[in-house]
């Protein structure tokens, strides 16, 4: 089988570097993060001070390399840190993976000397605020169906067009921009640029406002013959859906990471109140109906957890990765879904009204069969190596 070719070595303990670094983002995550959750549900408002005390400890450039500031950390590391956070606020934790997996890493493996020494310092202390536009309202599932447009002149290209769902736009300095080179040749025709969000042209209009992982600050930005120069390009003309797709890959193992986190959370509420909730006499934990819902609760999370896990030590080990973090995306964002509506199934009334811990879970997690990637482009993603073989 494919996956037994190209695995990479599986160790199953964690080196005590992984293990500190855990620790000390689960301690962030639960004495920092965790009080603002709920207001940051209830406001939607960006969490811009807890970015900034985020940057203060490096986590704005976790896998960003030392030698510009960052912490240079591995996969297997940087998705246990993710699940950490996430357990606390997925809001939080989205805004970390967008800065770090879609913006730093692309910069990092992508782009040229100078691109990096321009970005990744002020990108890792938190200085700039990175995004990732990639989507538009005809490219989303298909993301190669580009219609912004990069068009060339004497001193390098003109961009126009509309990109939506930009997560951390609302406080954006700079972003990844994909627009289409050579119009109408789909991924064929994409290049990538790094464009400063204050140029000239560059418009920022509010985003709608989403069911959960709310407080993104999400905006679409509007491009209007915003000039850009020919160093702004990142790789080839003509190869930016590339760029998009190893960024995406990367990207994903996050996302399960991410939802893991929401899962672990909704899994952690359905205990507590299994353990003090009574009814004819006794807790709800002593009951078969509840004891199978935990358990499937917890198998079905532990599972998808070793293949994120496995996902990032195959990127880890320098192997493909993509169908591997297709994987995790997909177990991990169905198996915390279901967790979600468990969890809201043992709670019953007490998950069922607006302000609940479960109920900010239960719109949470649903976004994590959408976004980079539905469940079905993950499941065709999938299918497409295992045919391959």
């Not at 972003?175 to 969000?197: D, E, K, M, Q, W």
């Not at 009204?353 to 482009?377: K, P």
Request: net charge neutral; charged share 20%.
């Amino acid at each position: 089988m494919w996956h037994n070719r190209r695995q990479a070595p599986m160790h199953l303990e964690l080196t005590p570097a992984q293990a500190a670094v855990a620790a000390e983002v689960e301690a962030f995550a639960r004495d920092c993060v965790a009080p603002d959750a709920a207001r940051i549900d209830e406001t939607g408002e960006f969490p811009l001070g807890l970015v900034r005390q985020a940057a203060s400890r490096g986590y704005l450039g976790m896998r960003a390399p030392t030698a510009v500031g960052g912490r240079g950390l591995d996969h297997v590391t940087y998705a246990l840190a993710i699940e950490a956070v996430a357990r606390a606020s997925a809001t939080m934790a989205v805004i970390l993976a967008v800065h770090n997996s879609l913006v730093c890493d692309t910069l990092a493996w992508s782009g040229t000397s100078e691109q990096q020494a321009a970005w990744l310092p002020r990108l890792v202390t938190g200085e700039v605020i990175g995004v990732f536009a990639l989507s538009e309202a005809e490219a989303g599932t298909d993301a190669a169906n580009q219609q912004t447009s990069a068009t060339r002149t004497g001193q390098g290209y003109t961009l126009d067009g509309r990109k939506v769902w930009v997560a951390n736009g609302e406080v954006a300095g700079v972003a990844i921009v994909f627009a289409a080179t050579t119009p109408g040749a789909r991924g064929r025709g994409v290049s990538a640029f790094v464009v400063p969000l204050d140029r000239p042209g560059i418009r920022k209009e509010p985003g709608v406002d989403s069911l959960g992982v709310r407080g993104l600050g999400c905006v679409e930005l509007v491009f209007d013959q915003v000039v850009v120069r020919e160093d702004e390009r990142i790789g080839e003309q003509n190869q930016g859906f590339a760029v998009a797709r190893r960024a995406l890959e990367a990207g994903r193992i996050a996302i399960a990471a991410q939802a893991l986190g929401v899962g672990q959370a909704a899994l952690d509420e359905a205990l507590k109140h299994a353990r003090t909730r009574h009814t004819f006499g006794r807790p709800i934990a002593q009951y078969q109906a509840i004891q199978w819902f935990l358990a499937d609760m917890a198998t079905e999370l532990a599972a998808a957890r070793m293949l994120t896990l496995k996902a990032a030590a195959t990127a880890d080990a320098g192997h493909d990765f993509g169908a591997q973090a297709a994987m995790a995306k997909l177990a991990a964002s169905e198996a915390a879904h279901k967790a979600a509506d468990k969890a809201m199934q043992v709670l019953a009334s007490a998950g069922y009204r607006r302000g609940s811990t479960v109920e900010r879970l239960f719109r949470d997690v649903r976004a994590t069969e959408i976004y980079q990637g539905t469940s079905e482009v993950q499941r065709m993603i999938i299918a497409a190596a295992v045919l391959a073989e």
